[in-house]
């Protein structure tokens, strides 16, 4: 292919995420080579295309200009070009759990123990647990536990004593037709992890798609839930996006009015404001006593341990409801639009929700959180090929 010249436009300075599909570049699923006009001459960008698709798609980070346009030359290698197989992210399979590193470095695990194994027929499914695993919150839903900045510092708790079925970073709802999938005692669903495919690393994320089916106490189906996760490194911190697409499969799914539902995050607890954190939201308001039940574009939940400060901010994606945030000063916080309404999906239908989570260190305004949310509000824009 001869070399394809792309002026992009950006609209925040924070490091961003580029797309560009390769059809529409008159690639062909070809290996490139991504260059940059730096101020100082053309340098290799690092970047990765994911094949999962209908069409391949070309992404990579820039460092992102406000307003500006920086222009890029794409070259079809027909065979991987050091830009795209330098070294970056790596998936490591532990069978219950996926390690996410960067640059050999753990930056995350994603875990589904007691899941992996499970016998089903058509609307049954049955969890078989490792015998040498003995945890409380075996094998009732996936979740990302450990989390890392890029400095090494811890940002969640697992299973803390007052809320155990807080898993770090996670997703439920305690009243789907009336099944619990959100508390782990009693009579109570379970979210099972029935299939994991295009798993994908490399220099610029790591990530894969999951099968998820929602599931009453005695093992009968609820519905079917696909989610997409992205892992991306962005200077001071990692970008964790969350695509979640429910489908009702087995009949109409309502998801009753309830407060604990959502996103869920449990920060750790040497960074909670009782230790010394700081809740802040787009609004300036600060901590518990001004940002619960009030709505805002972002949540930031920050705090200082062991010399090091960090924290993470949470974005909802456009198809997400503007709803009040939960949050707590001893470490919860949740987006939760169905606190204040029920969802219903029609049998056969969809429900599509997004998030972005940025983990970064320093606080909320020397990680630029405004300016992450801006890049994530409005990406950045080819404007000429």
Not at 287 to 297: I, K, S, V
């Amino acid at each position: 292919m001869a070399d394809v010249n792309l002026r992009v436009r950006t609209f925040s300075p924070a490091p961003q995420v580029n797309t560009l599909p390769l059809s529409t570049a008159g690639v062909f699923g070809e290996s490139v080579t991504l260059r940059w006009e730096a101020p100082g001459g053309w340098e290799d960008v690092p970047c990765q295309i994911d094949s999962s698709g209908s069409v391949p798609i070309l992404h990579w980070v820039s460092a992102g200009q406000v307003y500006t346009e920086q222009r890029y030359r794409l070259s079809g290698t027909g065979k991987p070009g050091p830009a795209e197989t330098a070294s970056g992210f790596a998936i490591e399979d532990c069978r219950y759990r996926f390690k996410v590193r960067w640059n050999g470095v753990v930056a995350a695990a994603y875990n589904f123990i007691g899941q992996r194994e499970s016998s089903s027929t058509a609307t049954r499914i049955a969890t078989i647990v490792d015998p040498k695993v003995n945890l409380a919150w075996v094998g009732f839903k996936p979740f990302w536990y450990p989390i890392y900045t890029p400095s090494g510092l811890r940002l969640t708790e697992n299973s803390p004593a007052d809320h155990p079925h807080h898993h770090s970073v996670w997703f439920g709802h305690s009243n789907v037709n009336s099944v619990d999938c959100w508390i782990e005692t009693g009579v109570v669903g379970k979210i099972l992890l029935r299939e994991i495919r295009n798993v994908i690393a490399g220099p610029v994320f790591a990530g894969w798609t999951e099968t998820n089916w929602w599931v009453a106490s005695d093992g009968s189906k609820l519905l079917e839930e696909d989610r997409t996760h992205r892992f991306w490194h962005v200077g001071q911190g990692y970008l964790l996006d969350l695509r979640l697409m429910f489908r009702a499969t087995e009949g109409e799914i309502r998801f009753a009015k309830e407060k604990d539902a959502g996103l869920g995050i449990r920060m750790a607890d040497n960074l909670d404001v009782e230790d010394g954190g700081l809740i802040l939201n787009s609004r300036g308001d600060r901590n518990e006593a001004d940002t619960f039940d009030r709505p805002a574009d972002w949540v930031d939940y920050s705090g200082h341990a062991a010399g090091k400060t960090g924290g993470i901010a949470v974005f909802n994606g456009p198809d997400v409801p503007t709803h009040p945030w939960f949050t707590r000063d001893y470490g919860p916080l949740l987006s939760n639009f169905m606190r204040f309404q029920p969802c219903t999906i029609p049998k056969g239908e969809g429900l599509s929700l997004s998030f972005r989570l940025y983990l970064h260190d320093g606080d909320a305004n020397s990680a630029h959180v405004a300016e992450h949310y801006e890049a994530f509000r409005r990406p950045p824009m080819i404007i000429e090929m």
